[in-house]
Protein backbone atom coordinates (compact mmCIF):
# COMPACT_ATOMS: atom_id res chain seq x y z
CA UNK A 1 0.00 0.00 0.00
CA UNK A 2 1.19 3.15 -0.92
CA UNK A 3 0.40 6.37 0.84
CA UNK A 4 1.05 10.01 0.51
CA UNK A 5 0.96 12.35 3.51
CA UNK A 6 -1.29 9.99 5.62
CA UNK A 7 -3.91 9.51 3.10
CA UNK A 8 -4.98 6.52 1.06
CA UNK A 9 -6.77 7.80 -2.29
CA UNK A 10 -10.39 6.24 -3.05
CA UNK A 11 -9.11 4.33 -5.90
CA UNK A 12 -6.72 3.02 -4.42
CA UNK A 13 -8.84 2.20 -1.50
CA UNK A 14 -10.80 0.42 -3.69
CA UNK A 15 -8.13 -1.88 -4.64
CA UNK A 16 -7.02 -2.63 -1.22
CA UNK A 17 -10.35 -3.56 -0.24
CA UNK A 18 -10.27 -6.35 -3.23
CA UNK A 19 -13.72 -4.56 -4.81
CA UNK A 20 -11.97 -3.77 -8.30
CA UNK A 21 -13.97 -6.38 -10.11
CA UNK A 22 -17.33 -5.51 -8.75
CA UNK A 23 -19.61 -3.24 -10.29
CA UNK A 24 -17.99 0.37 -9.99
CA UNK A 25 -21.45 2.29 -9.17
CA UNK A 26 -22.31 0.19 -6.25
CA UNK A 27 -18.94 0.02 -4.73
CA UNK A 28 -18.56 3.85 -5.41
CA UNK A 29 -22.39 4.06 -3.38
CA UNK A 30 -21.19 1.67 -0.79
CA UNK A 31 -17.57 2.87 0.35
CA UNK A 32 -18.36 6.49 -0.20
CA UNK A 33 -21.06 6.54 2.91
CA UNK A 34 -19.97 4.36 5.36
CA UNK A 35 -20.51 5.41 8.66
CA UNK A 36 -17.47 4.36 10.09
CA UNK A 37 -14.49 5.73 7.27
CA UNK A 38 -15.02 9.50 6.43
CA UNK A 39 -13.93 10.35 2.74
CA UNK A 40 -12.50 13.84 2.91
CA UNK A 41 -11.29 16.40 -0.29
CA UNK A 42 -8.92 19.51 -0.25
CA UNK A 43 -10.32 20.89 -3.33
CA UNK A 44 -12.13 24.17 -2.98
CA UNK A 45 -15.81 24.42 -3.99
CA UNK A 46 -18.70 26.98 -2.82
CA UNK A 47 -20.99 26.67 -0.17
CA UNK A 48 -23.35 28.05 2.13
CA UNK A 49 -23.36 27.29 6.31
CA UNK A 50 -26.16 24.81 6.69
CA UNK A 51 -26.87 21.54 8.78
CA UNK A 52 -28.51 19.88 5.61
CA UNK A 53 -31.64 20.46 3.72
CA UNK A 54 -35.16 19.43 2.87
CA UNK A 55 -36.31 17.35 -0.31
CA UNK A 56 -39.17 19.23 -1.95
CA UNK A 57 -41.39 17.39 -4.46
CA UNK A 58 -42.98 19.49 -7.07
CA UNK A 59 -44.94 17.46 -9.68
CA UNK A 60 -42.72 14.66 -10.74
CA UNK A 61 -39.62 16.35 -10.26
CA UNK A 62 -37.85 17.20 -7.25
CA UNK A 63 -35.71 19.95 -5.93
CA UNK A 64 -33.54 20.23 -2.99
CA UNK A 65 -34.25 23.28 -0.82
CA UNK A 66 -31.86 24.70 1.79
CA UNK A 67 -32.97 25.49 5.40
CA UNK A 68 -31.70 29.19 5.80
CA UNK A 69 -29.31 29.71 2.78
CA UNK A 70 -27.35 32.54 1.53
CA UNK A 71 -25.33 33.14 -0.76
CA UNK A 72 -22.32 31.03 -1.44
CA UNK A 73 -18.23 31.41 -1.06
CA UNK A 74 -15.88 29.74 -1.53
CA UNK A 75 -14.74 27.16 0.89
CA UNK A 76 -10.79 26.27 0.94
CA UNK A 77 -8.66 24.21 3.48
CA UNK A 78 -7.81 20.68 3.86
CA UNK A 79 -9.15 17.76 4.78
CA UNK A 80 -12.78 18.66 4.30
CA UNK A 81 -15.24 15.63 5.03
CA UNK A 82 -17.85 14.41 2.87
CA UNK A 83 -21.08 14.28 5.06
CA UNK A 84 -23.48 12.84 2.29
CA UNK A 85 -22.58 12.50 -1.53
CA UNK A 86 -23.63 9.75 -4.41
CA UNK A 87 -21.78 8.34 -7.37
CA UNK A 88 -22.31 9.39 -10.82
CA UNK A 89 -21.52 8.04 -14.08
CA UNK A 90 -22.40 10.32 -16.63
CA UNK A 91 -20.30 8.32 -19.92
CA UNK A 92 -17.62 6.00 -19.26
CA UNK A 93 -16.24 8.07 -16.57
CA UNK A 94 -16.68 7.99 -12.61
CA UNK A 95 -17.96 11.21 -10.66
CA UNK A 96 -18.91 12.19 -6.70
CA UNK A 97 -21.47 14.45 -6.28
CA UNK A 98 -21.49 16.24 -2.63
CA UNK A 99 -24.56 17.25 -1.19
CA UNK A 100 -23.27 17.96 2.57
CA UNK A 101 -19.74 17.98 3.73
CA UNK A 102 -17.67 19.54 7.00
CA UNK A 103 -15.37 21.95 6.70
CA UNK A 104 -13.64 22.90 10.18
CA UNK A 105 -15.93 22.23 12.13
CA UNK A 106 -18.98 23.82 10.28
CA UNK A 107 -21.38 21.70 7.92
CA UNK A 108 -21.85 23.69 4.38
CA UNK A 109 -23.54 22.37 1.19
CA UNK A 110 -23.07 23.72 -2.14
CA UNK A 111 -25.79 25.64 -3.37
CA UNK A 112 -26.59 27.92 -6.22
CA UNK A 113 -26.40 31.59 -6.73
CA UNK A 114 -29.48 32.26 -4.96
CA UNK A 115 -28.44 29.75 -1.72
CA UNK A 116 -31.91 28.25 -1.75
CA UNK A 117 -31.48 25.16 -3.76
CA UNK A 118 -28.78 22.68 -3.44
CA UNK A 119 -26.56 22.17 -6.56
CA UNK A 120 -24.42 19.58 -5.44
CA UNK A 121 -20.66 19.94 -6.16
CA UNK A 122 -19.44 17.38 -8.55
CA UNK A 123 -15.43 16.42 -8.64
CA UNK A 124 -13.12 13.28 -10.15
CA UNK A 125 -12.47 10.48 -8.12
CA UNK A 126 -8.91 11.64 -7.77
CA UNK A 127 -10.29 14.32 -5.38
CA UNK A 128 -11.20 11.88 -2.58
CA UNK A 129 -9.26 9.88 0.25
CA UNK A 130 -9.42 8.89 3.41
CA UNK A 131 -6.56 9.33 6.61
CA UNK A 132 -4.75 5.93 6.32
CA UNK A 133 -5.10 5.22 10.29
CA UNK A 134 -8.83 5.90 10.03
CA UNK A 135 -9.17 3.06 6.96
CA UNK A 136 -6.79 0.82 8.57
CA UNK A 137 -8.96 0.89 11.86
CA UNK A 138 -12.22 0.23 9.59
CA UNK A 139 -10.36 -1.75 7.64
CA UNK A 140 -9.91 -4.22 10.88
CA UNK A 141 -13.65 -4.33 11.80
CA UNK A 142 -14.66 -4.88 8.14
CA UNK A 143 -12.34 -8.04 7.76
CA UNK A 144 -14.21 -9.54 10.77
CA UNK A 145 -18.10 -8.74 8.62
CA UNK A 146 -19.93 -11.95 8.07
CA UNK A 147 -19.94 -13.30 4.76
CA UNK A 148 -23.54 -11.73 3.97
CA UNK A 149 -22.34 -8.34 5.04
CA UNK A 150 -19.09 -8.57 2.96
CA UNK A 151 -18.52 -6.74 -0.53
CA UNK A 152 -16.02 -9.04 -0.92
CA UNK A 153 -17.88 -12.55 -0.66
CA UNK A 154 -19.79 -14.55 -2.93
CA UNK A 155 -22.26 -14.66 -0.10
CA UNK A 156 -22.43 -11.23 0.03
CA UNK A 157 -27.13 -9.98 0.54
CA UNK A 158 -27.40 -6.72 -0.65
CA UNK A 159 -31.02 -6.94 0.77
CA UNK A 160 -29.90 -7.92 4.02
CA UNK A 161 -27.10 -5.04 3.94
CA UNK A 162 -29.65 -2.79 3.15
CA UNK A 163 -32.11 -3.80 6.28
CA UNK A 164 -29.03 -3.29 8.64
CA UNK A 165 -28.42 0.29 7.44
CA UNK A 166 -32.25 1.31 7.37
CA UNK A 167 -32.85 -0.11 10.32
CA UNK A 168 -29.71 1.86 12.15
CA UNK A 169 -30.80 4.97 10.55
CA UNK A 170 -34.97 5.12 10.79
CA UNK A 171 -34.69 3.00 14.46
CA UNK A 172 -31.11 3.75 16.51
CA UNK A 173 -30.48 7.11 15.16
CA UNK A 174 -34.19 8.32 14.78
CA UNK A 175 -33.69 9.74 11.17
CA UNK A 176 -37.02 11.18 9.79
CA UNK A 177 -38.42 11.02 13.26
CA UNK A 178 -40.98 13.30 12.20
CA UNK A 179 -42.84 11.01 9.57
CA UNK A 180 -45.31 8.23 11.03
CA UNK A 181 -45.34 6.45 8.09
CA UNK A 182 -42.51 3.60 8.11
CA UNK A 183 -42.74 3.47 4.03
CA UNK A 184 -42.17 7.37 3.60
CA UNK A 185 -39.47 6.66 6.32
CA UNK A 186 -37.79 4.13 3.81
CA UNK A 187 -38.35 6.28 0.41
CA UNK A 188 -36.61 9.15 1.88
CA UNK A 189 -33.89 6.89 3.05
CA UNK A 190 -33.70 5.76 -0.80
CA UNK A 191 -33.86 9.52 -2.14
CA UNK A 192 -31.42 10.88 0.16
CA UNK A 193 -28.93 7.38 0.17
CA UNK A 194 -29.39 6.05 -3.27
CA UNK A 195 -30.02 9.35 -5.10
CA UNK A 196 -31.48 7.96 -8.78
CA UNK A 197 -31.69 4.51 -7.84
CA UNK A 198 -35.61 3.44 -8.81
CA UNK A 199 -37.31 1.75 -5.86
CA UNK A 200 -40.77 -0.09 -5.96
CA UNK A 201 -43.31 0.11 -3.65
CA UNK A 202 -43.60 -3.50 -3.27
CA UNK A 203 -39.52 -2.93 -2.00
CA UNK A 204 -40.61 0.00 0.15
CA UNK A 205 -42.90 -1.78 1.78
CA UNK A 206 -40.66 -5.11 2.25
CA UNK A 207 -37.82 -2.97 3.99
CA UNK A 208 -40.45 -0.90 5.76
CA UNK A 209 -41.98 -4.65 7.35
CA UNK A 210 -37.87 -5.68 8.02
CA UNK A 211 -36.80 -3.13 10.63
CA UNK A 212 -39.39 -2.99 12.16
CA UNK A 213 -38.91 -2.69 15.75
CA UNK A 214 -41.42 -4.57 18.93
CA UNK A 215 -42.98 -1.40 19.65
CA UNK A 216 -44.25 -1.53 16.02
CA UNK A 217 -45.83 -4.97 16.35
Known amino acids: MTSIMNKIYLNEAIDELGLSSKPKIRVLEEIINLPDLPLYFDTTIDGTEATGYEVIEESEEISYALVDGSPPQPIMGKQKKVIEAHALQ ?128
Open 90 to 217: PDDDYWIAINHFESNGIQYCPVDDSGVKLNPATLRLDDFYFDLAEFNKSRKVHDNLPPYLDLNSERYAPEIDLAIQLHKSIQIDGDWHSMSNKVDKVEAWFDKNRNGEEVSEARLKMFSVMIKGKQNK
